[in-house]
Structure formats: C-alpha cells, structure tokens
C-alpha cells in the first residue's frame, strides 16, 4: 500500500514537472512571437530594446511598474503586445513613480489583451507641458501596469491561465 | 534489491509519462500547475522567477542609443580614445571580462557611428572573444556575424542593423538563461566608456555645449546601474569597489549646484554643469574608465 501510495505520488510529480514543463515552452515561445510583432510595430523608429513583465493575476490589485528614460533631442515609441494576457490590464503612464503623490498622468491604455498598441514620446510630451504649463519636457516616464484583480483566483499556487505578460518594446528615432 | 528495482520501475514510468506529455499536442489550460508546492528543485524555482517579475523595474538604453545621442550632440571621433583591443588578454576574472565587454561595446558603437568600420571589426572580434569566457558563445557562435560584417563593411546603415541584432540576440540570451542580473555589470562598463568619451571629446573641445549636457544627462542612469548591480545573485563577483565607486560619482553629481538648480525648475530643458563641476566629474569618471580597462 506504502509503495503503490509512493509510486502514485511520483507518477503524479512527473505529469505535473511534463505539463509545467511543455506550458512554460509553449509560454516562452509565444513570447518570442509577440515581441518580433511588437518590433516590427516600432518601424520606422530604430530598436533599443525590450522588458518583458511577468505576473500572475490574484484576488487583489497589483501594480508593476518600469522606469523607461528619455534622452533630449531623441523621439521615442513604445510598442506594447497584450498577446499574452489571460485577462484585460490597464496601462498608466506617469512622469514620476508611484511613490510620488503629485505625478501626472500622461497616458491610459485600456483593452490591451490580445492587442499590439503603440505610443510615442512626443505625446507624452504634449501632455506634460499642458498639465504643467511649462516649456519643460519629460526625462523618464514611468509605466505602470494596474493588474486588474480576478475573482477565484488561487494566489499562493498560481496556475497558467492565471499567468500574464506585457511584452513592451521601445524604440527611438535616429 | 528490491529498492533498486522499484526505483528502476518508478524512473520508467515517470520518464514514459514526461516523454508523452512534453509530445502531447493538448495542453489542457485548466490543469493546475503548482509550480510553488513541488518546489524543492531548483527548475521550479526557476519557473516561479520567469513568471514574477519585480514590482519595480526599469530599461537602460542601448550602447548604440547612448553612441547616438552623443553624436546627434557633436561629439567628433577620437581613435586614441577608445580602449586598446588588446588589452583583452589582460582581463581574467569574471566581472573584468563583463565589464570590458561592456566598454568594447561603447567602443564598436562609437567606431560604427563615425564611420570606423575596420576599427569596429575589431571590436567585434573582442565582444566574441569575451561573450567566450563569460558564458555568451551562443550570441556569436554560428560565426555569421562576423561574416556579415565583413560583407557589409562599408555599408554604415547595414553595420547598424548588425550591431542592433547583437544587443538584441544578447538580451534574448540573457532573458532566457536568466543572466539579467549581469546586464547590469556589462552595462556598467558601457556606461563608463561612453562617459569617458563624451569627456575626452570635451575636454579637447570645451565649445561642444552639446556633448556637455548631454554627459550631465546620462548621468541619471547611473542610479539604476548601481541598484542592478547590488543584485544579491552578483555576490560572488566582487564588485563592491564597482558600487562604492559609481555611488561616489553618484554622490558628487547630485550635490552640485547645477543640478540642485536644475530639478527646481520645471522650465528647465537642459542641465549645464559649471567648469568646476564638470572637472570633478570628468577626474571621477577617468579613473573609474581606468580602474575598469587596467583590469
């Protein structure tokens, strides 16, 4: 009974390490397509890099957030693929980071799930000098991503179809 | 015996049962994957990282971004600037070898930009030579790089699109082996020689306002290079005299004045440092750039 009890477990730990394993490929490989489609979005602007952020929808709010710079005398792009999102998300683009109480909001995206959606610096810009009524321009933008909370969720043992990612792409003009 | 056979029995099974699952064309997405409960093995606890990103997190632009910008800003092409290909046998640790790939990064950008291509071949054979000792041969491994240089050598745009594809190959490579943690390091030494000869060109043309604002400008990168190389997985490379140095410089840039002015004014576009000021910074950076390419 001890062995058959055993054998049952280890059967169970080898299906599941299979099936983690072929989720995490097929994942990952999709990835891979999504940031080569969010690249080919940035065109004309030249490629600079990309961050992928990686999360898993819970019962409550998260935000992440990625600190992007802006350098003068250069435009920008920033193309983000919603391709692999299991639920919708919003995109909020600040000057400042989430510690600061009196950032400006200069952008929101929402309805990115399964969605390529670009943006570019020098409206970033405009909003900014509006909002501050100033000549000055942007530095660094700070984007964050409200991950929106789904109910039923299992917070501490995520599964795959509570598994998310924004592929963000940037791009700048030469 | 017994035991032996049952876990020859078990090995079997659980090899047979991987092998038809990894093949399986159903993925049933409504099987839980407790990637958190069978940990113990370190793969899981690789799955949960790739899955959970940092709460705060940020992009450093590309060395060909950095090389860009200082030249849409004037900076002209100094060959003695650059750091000597063949100072490469010199660097036998670990963070030595990152960090000087790093610094022949910004010297291949450099070279491109202004039309160096035969220098910036040789740039690229060190950034191999280095990717080699530091775990990146697969960036360079299929050799069609160098063979695209080489087709490519006098075609400036085309030299470009080659340089992009390696920063881009090495970000994938380090994304999916999960290296992120020295992006940092190499990053670092990029950093520093793309200061170093942002201050090279203006020490030897002081009329270049351009290239001035535009080292003062780069330095607001620098906190986040300093954060990503505190990454705990970078211990084992002694690099504290990395952080302790570019916290110093850190530390002197944000006390001057200029720049104190500069973040209480909304209006201001540009960040001009006084003479004082950009020959402290300009003595800090020279002998970080030589501490990091002395080995």
């Known amino acids: 009974m ?50 992928v952020t990686y999360f898993n929808f819970k019962t409550y709010k998260q935000v992440k957030e990625v600190e992007i710079y802006l350098f003068n005398n250069t435009d920008y792009r920033f193309s983000f693929n919603g391709k ?36 570019e610096s020098s409206e970033l810009n405009d909003t900014y000098r509006a909002a501050k009524n100033s000549k000055g321009r942007l530095k660094r933008v700070f984007v964050d991503y409200i991950i929106t909370p789904v109910p039923g969720a299992v917070n501490k043992k995520p599964t795959m179809k509570e598994r998310g990612a924004v592929v963000l792409v940037m791009g700048y003009k030469n | 015996m017994k035991k032996s056979k049952l876990a020859y029995k078990l090995f079997t099974l659980s090899a047979a049962f991987l092998m038809l699952s990894c093949g399986g064309e159903n993925h049933d997405e409504t099987n839980e994957v ?24 940020y992009h450093l632009p590309s060395p060909l971004q950095v090389a860009s910008i200082f030249k849409k800003s004037g900076l002209s092409y100094n060959s003695d600037a650059t750091s000597k290909p063949d ?34 071949r040789k740039y690229l054979q060190v950034i191999t030579d280095l990717a080699e000792k530091i775990g990146m041969e697969a960036v360079f491994e299929n050799k069609d790089l160098m063979e695209r240089f080489d087709t490519n050598i006098e075609d400036k745009d085309s030299i470009e699109v080659l340089m992009i594809d390696i920063h881009e190959r090495t970000e994938m490579y380090m994304d999916e082996n999960d290296m992120q943690h020295q992006q940092a390091v190499h990053f670092a030494g990029a950093w520093t020689e793309g200061m170093y000869l942002g201050v090279y060109d203006f020490e030897n043309n002081p009329e270049k306002d351009g290239v001035g604002t535009q080292i003062a400008e780069q330095m607001s990168i620098l906190g986040n290079i300093i954060k990503g190389l505190a990454d705990p997985k970078n211990d084992g490379m002694d690099i504290e005299w990395l952080i302790a140095d570019m916290g110093s410089i850190e ?33 800090l950076i020279k002998t970080l750039r030589t501490k990091i390419t002395n080995g």
């Open chain 2, 87 to 120: 100072l490469v046998e010199n660097y036998t640790t670990e963070l030595n070898q990152m960090l000087n790939f790093g610094v022949y990064s910004a010297d291949m950008a450099y070279c491109v930009l202004n039309e160096q291509s035969n220098e910036g």
């Open chain 2, 251 to 283: 530390n002197t840039f944000n006390e001057f004045e200029s720049v104190n002015n500069y973040y209480e004014d909304p209006d201001a576009e540009e960040l001009v440092l006084t003479t004082v000021e950009y020959n402290t910074l300009s003595e």
């Open chain 1, 84 to 119: 692999s999102l299991p639920n919708d998300i919003t995109i909020e683009i600040y000057d400042k980071d989430k510690t600061q109480g009196d950032r400006i909001l200069l952008k929101t995206i929402d309805g990115l799930q399964g969605k390529n959606v670009l943006v």
């Open chain 1, 2 to 51: 001890k062995k058959t009890l055993t054998l049952l477990g280890l059967f169970s730990f080898a299906i599941l390490f299979a099936q983690t394993a072929t989720n995490l490929t097929e994942f990952k490989e999709n990835i891979a397509s999504q940031k080569a489609e969010a690249k080919t979005q940035l065109k004309p602007y030249r490629f600079d890099g990309s961050k």
């Open chain 2, 34 to 57: 407790n990637v958190v409960d069978t940990a113990g093995t370190g793969s899981d606890e690789n799955f949960e990282d790739l899955f959970e990103s940092p709460e705060i997190d």
